[in-house]
């Protein structure tokens, strides 16, 4: 039997899940099984996931694992592990997973010891990570290093932005990050504005090293710093991170202090590779350690759990789920910490340019929708901002909530009684029950609500959630996070069908960003072979701007 004849049978047993299904309440899942709060939990390195809080049940769940199985999710996890060639429009390994194996790892591919590479990178790194952090490494006028400032963008800032947030307490060598991404002026002039040369070390982040805004950006800053210290101090100042050294010769940044990493590894999946030096100068090459000691957990999980325990698997199939049968457009994921603010922004690459593709690894056309849309906001502030949707209104909206038993920072509550952690954390439990059970119009009649008001009161519920909790928010459970969702989005995508891996979607708008720069300050203006609203466009900028 094919892959598609064994996917087709399954899909068909979910079609009559859902059908059996879709009406019936939360409420009622959990009286008839009452222990599934317990039950349909799954532990991962320091995580724990309820999954409880989903529409579905016992039956549903053996399906939606049956056709992980049907569609060869474990063939191809190992796959992917092995170094095999599963971008197939790139022809290229996906192997950020070897970027966090230990160093008594072996790993082959191509020909090519991949640890022992990682392994000699991570110690450069370690080592002038060390040097800038102990003041060994001085600027041009012998002054110590206190601001390191990230050139990059995409997978080359959102990873590094997000982690540094998340781990500003290990911040402990009094330098601190900043990152620049947009070639919005603003970005770079805001960042740079109370920042002193000779104590800035700025790290040019770019797998590629030709993306335009970070080579935009680059040259302004060396711009800012030549001008203030001389052409000399470029050597003391800049340092890269990128697959492409002849690139980074040309920009001028001495190969020597260039950390490299490989094509095997997605912009997107990058963090744990060089692209982390920014974090690393910051915790030191210990905390670093452990954060790809946190990923290395749950990619051992991923490998190793059955897929009935297995919470990379659950959790991609419980997007499949809503995404295919009940229509869901987005998920929304909410972290219960501060700290993890930047964590959406992180996860709408991680998903959105992975899955977001119209075509299977054939090249024919998908069938239904692929690539969940990521949003969210930390709670509380999302509480008082989109909620209410999430609670009362028309669509559905799966959510995942992301909570800590640890705070970073605590404070006691207005009355001096309690811990304003546990304020947040009662939030997170109250806000997972009011979605999956709400309340209901006798209930609220009840409590003396007029009549004509009942309707507008009433809480459907029904809204289901995924509960993620961890410990603390250490550098090891950070990475822990980023490895539970890169798997959930490597399934979603086998089960798809398609490539997770390439981007040719993002290629089109760069090359014509670039074609039309001329048009707008050149005498001639658009040219005819432009369409009308495009030229209508750029001739009000033109005009705004006195061209
Ligand atoms: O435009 C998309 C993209 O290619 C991402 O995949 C990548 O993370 C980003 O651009 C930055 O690319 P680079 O690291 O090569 O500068």
Redesign the pocket.
Known sequence: MSADTSTDQVRARLADRHAALADRHLREFFADDPTRGSDLTVTAGDLFVDYSKHRIDRETLTALVDLARAADVPGRRDAMFAGEHINVSEDRAVLHTALRLPSDASLEVDGQDVVADVHDVLDRMSEFADRVRSGEWTGATGERIRTVVNI???????GPVMVYAALRHYVDAGITARFVSNVDPADLVGTLADLDPATTLFVV???????L??LTNATAARRWLTDALGDDAVAQHFVAV??NAEKVANFGIDTANMFGFWDWV???Y?VDSA?GLSVMIAVGPERFREFLDGFHRIDTHFREAPLEENAPVLLGMLGVWYSEYFGAQSRAVLPYSNDLARFPAYLQ?LTM?SNGKSVRLDGSPVVGDTGEIFWGEPGTNGQHAFYQLLHQGTRLVPTDFIGLAEPTDDLPTADGTGSMHDLLMSNYFAQTKVLAFGKTAEEIAAEGTPADVVPHKVMPGNRPSTSILAPRLTPSVVGQLIALYEHQVFVEGVVFGIDSFD?WG??LG?TQAQELTATLTDEAGPGDDLDSSTASLVQWYRAARGR
């Open positions: 990059g963008i995409g997978g080359s800032d959102l982040a770019s797998k590629t090293f030709g993306t805004e970070t990128s697959t997605g912009g997107r990058s692209i690459q340019e981007q993002v290629e760069k």
